[in-house]
């Protein structure tokens, strides 16, 4: 064909096209309407709207510029549509419409950019599930209700009465809902013009919450527990703790206005909330779940609306005393917690956020840790909300509240030491209440300690030494350090005898990992972290009575340079903070001062850990060579201060040598009488005191 027939059949199809192209528009997107459902519907049909202003706008624009998006399915069969030939019969073009939907129906197996959008992990998408209403989940969700009801009218005929005399529209649930939702649409059409102006109204027609109503609710459900009553109080509560929410998807019945009502409305649901629920939720057994109870099918819903909005009210709450308030009341209701998988986690999720915060107080702290026990002790039956949990959430907890505090860790000053010490002391007592977990939970993160370690002495390099030398690392080896000084000691079992404790066998393996540590890099600068170790690995040998020889690598510090050469006489640096510091500049380690602190510290750390063994058959032995040292650097040492305490101890230690020795000299016993050893420990002990 000659190009310019070619180009004068193109200027007519566009035009017969672009008058056409409105209806055929509509046609398939009528058709393609039929088969979406949903927000996936209503997305298409926003988009074909736009599409085809565009087109009614720009007719003379080429066909190409129809289509922005090419990678909608749906665009695209409209795009070839309107590039075919118009001059065609009307039956051929109806032929094509109906091989478009031959393709649609082939395509509808294949996962469309929407589906593909939606495929969330699984706690993702049980969120979604829970605050997303669709119509079918709704129809889904009023079938399943009406069934629950049927149940309980045949197991607890007396309680279906009741519900039907004192609540009969929640037995009618569903039966007339879409008929009101048309009426009240066209109510709002015929009576509205202006978007705006029914959100005006609405928000007029909610009544305001007074202190009268409130009280003669309160007396009510005092009195009876009336449940009628708690649903006027739990939509109070609902409007109270989500004030702050910008979003129009929620609905209030009731407003809040006066600060007095809204401090009421939240204590005193607070406070009847377990009494009203643990009332009517009475389970089978003593001290069960409520899941057990014959009514939990009807009050479920109302328990996960409570807890959900009770979760809102402590993430937004600011004032201590009101938060610490509140975390002991919802500690109440820990045993419906976890009736809802995703609600637990969220509700552990909250009370470490509070335990952790550096700006929350310690009373908020202490609170939070109780409730956090609280949920790691309570036991719950396996069912559909709670298959993952069947043995409670005591690992949960174990591991959450530990990756918590080595996260708040990291920064380590004069204001967050406290915070740190603090954090350590309430987590170490979780680890009491199951040691075989608790076991489990602690060779997997003192292996990774080590890894880390192995690593770092494998492959020497700055990022692996800081893998090591941080204080997320010591603090680390304090936190084990605790739990093993409380837990590894020997236990009595049910029948009264001493066995030994499962910790006991971390001990050799943290004990190998700090002394790594301190071998790791052996310099000056670092004496601070060499110190801070052995004061861990000290309390360690104090509380389970292992023999870890520490006296090494304090003896180390006094053959190095800074101990035996004299300091140079500049003032330049100050006296370390060795609870605040893991390393210290190069031009302070010559200085007076720090020269100085690191004495004193040895003198300290030699003094502590020779007194753990002050009171042994062998402590002679275990000195004798440690003396001689002491000696020899207190002779060629050119420190005037610090030969002084180290000279007073190494007298002090030939004192209490010579002591044992004369007792010793009076026993009659051999070495292999472990017993009679045992008993000469504790009679010297008892002397020296």
Known sequence: MAPAAVQKRLKNVKKQTTKTQPKKIAKIVEQVLEKKKGSQAKKVMKKVAEKKVQVEEEEDSPMEDVSESEDDDIFKKLQKVMDEDNSEAEAEMDSDVEKEEKMEDSDSDLPSDFEREMAVSDEEEEDEEDEEETPDKLNKDIDQHKKELEELKERDPEFYDYLQKEDGDLLGFGESDDGEEEE?????????????????????DIPVLTKSTLNEWIDAIKSNNDFKTFKKLLSAFKTASRMSEEDDKITFTLKIEDPSVFSKVITSTLRLAPIVFGHHLKPKRENGSPMTSNRWAFFKSYVKSYLNNLLHLLRNLTDPDMLR??????????????CFDRLAKEYLKTLLNAWSNLGSSDSVRMQSFLGIKSLSLVTIPANKDTKSRPQGYLDLCLKNVYLTFVKNCKNTNLHTLPVINLMRNLAVQLYGINLTLSYQQGFVYIRQLA????????????????????????HCIDFWSDVLN?????????????????????????TQVAVGVIQLIPTAQFYPLRFHVLRSLNSLIHN??????????VLEVLEGTVAMEKAKKSTSGLPVEWDLVLKVHKKNIHGRYYQDDVLDQCAKALKNYYKEYSNHIAFPEMVDADIIAIKRFVKQSKSIKGKDKLNTLAKELEAKAKFIRQQRAK????????AEIEQFNKDMKAKMT
Request: negative net charge; charged residues 30%; aromatic residues 10%.
């Open 325 to 338: 308030m509140t975390i002991r009341e919802a500690e109440k209701v820990t045993n419906l917690y976890v």
């Open 544 to 553: 389970t009575k292992v023999f870890v020889p520490l006296a090494t690598y």
């Open 451 to 474: 890894i880390h370690l192995r690593q770092a002495m494998k492959v020497r390099s700055t990022k692996n030494h800081n893998m090591v030398y941080n204080w997320q690392y010591i």
């Open 667 to 674: 026993i009659n016993f051999c070495p292999q009488d472990e």
């Open 184 to 204: 009240e649409d066209m109510d709002e059409q015929e009576e509205f013009s202006d978007m705006e102006e029914p959100e005006e109204k609405m928000m007029d």
């Open 486 to 510: 409380a837990y590894a000691v020997p236990m009595v079992d049910e029948d009264g005898d001493q066995v030994e404790s499962p910790m006991k066998a971390l001990i050799y393996p943290l």
